[in-house]
């Protein structure tokens, strides 16, 4: 399986290329954490947008453990202290992240509930690291498009407790409810203009997350 994660990897990394966007493969979660951690400068501010993959790879407490200037969202108390919290996140200098779904022409789709992490990867920060184990590569937009909703997205609102439509029957029911956490949905066709690479996709060969 391995090999088959690699040659896929190289398929989607080529097509990543194409869009502006820098790709690696990694088999294991552990050469992944290891080989981004090699890549970030000492002293240099980091965040995160939510996500099980980064948590479940160890990435984060190595981030905390580590020689940088950490922005945890998560040591806000007050709104007004995460909406102060969220500026300081736009301005790091390395964001981390998942993705729901990558198309293999190399397309990212992602699904969030308030935007903040979707709006870092579109804009902000100065690189932004997505990190997405193999299974989370599907043949083409549309089917990329299906796995968010109906495989990323019931998953993490159970994981969430959130008792929306999606909880009861394990796939999307389109809900409008208030507590839906799948109020944006976002493709990320290409890197945006003026700054080429600003996104590094790590394909792990490890199952991560949802």
Not at 11 to 18: A, C, E, S
Not at 132 to 157: E, F, G, V, W
Request: proline share 5%; hydrophobic share 35%; with cysteine.
């Amino acid at each position: 399986m391995n090999e088959a994660n690699a040659l896929l990897a190289q398929t989607v990394i080529r097509n990543l290329k194409n869009r502006g966007m820098d790709g690696e493969y990694f088999a294991s979660a552990d050469e992944a954490r290891e080989g981004i951690l090699k890549e970030l400068p000492e002293g240099a501010s980091v965040t995160w947008g939510g996500s099980m993959s980064i948590v479940e790879m160890g990435l984060i407490d190595a981030l905390k453990k580590g020689p940088y200037v950490v922005k945890d969202r998560d040591t806000a108390k007050t709104p007004e202290e995460k909406r102060a919290m969220y500026a300081e996140q736009t301005l790091c200098d390395y964001f981390f992240m998942s993705s729901n779904a990558i198309s293999r022409d190399g397309q990212l789709v992602n699904i969030d509930g308030m935007g903040g992490r979707v709006a870092c990867l579109i804009t902000g920060p100065s690189h932004v690291y997505v990190i997405a184990s193999m299974d989370k590569i599907t043949p083409d937009l549309d089917s990329a498009i299906k796995r968010a909703r109906n495989s990323a997205a019931p998953a993490n609102n159970l994981r969430l407790n959130h008792p929306n439509p999606c909880t009861k029957v394990g796939h999307c029911c389109d809900c409008l409810v208030p507590t839906s956490i799948c109020n944006q949905i976002v493709i990320t066709r290409r890197n945006s203009g003026g700054a080429p690479g600003r996104i590094k996709v790590i394909l792990v060969g490890e199952k991560l997350g949802y």
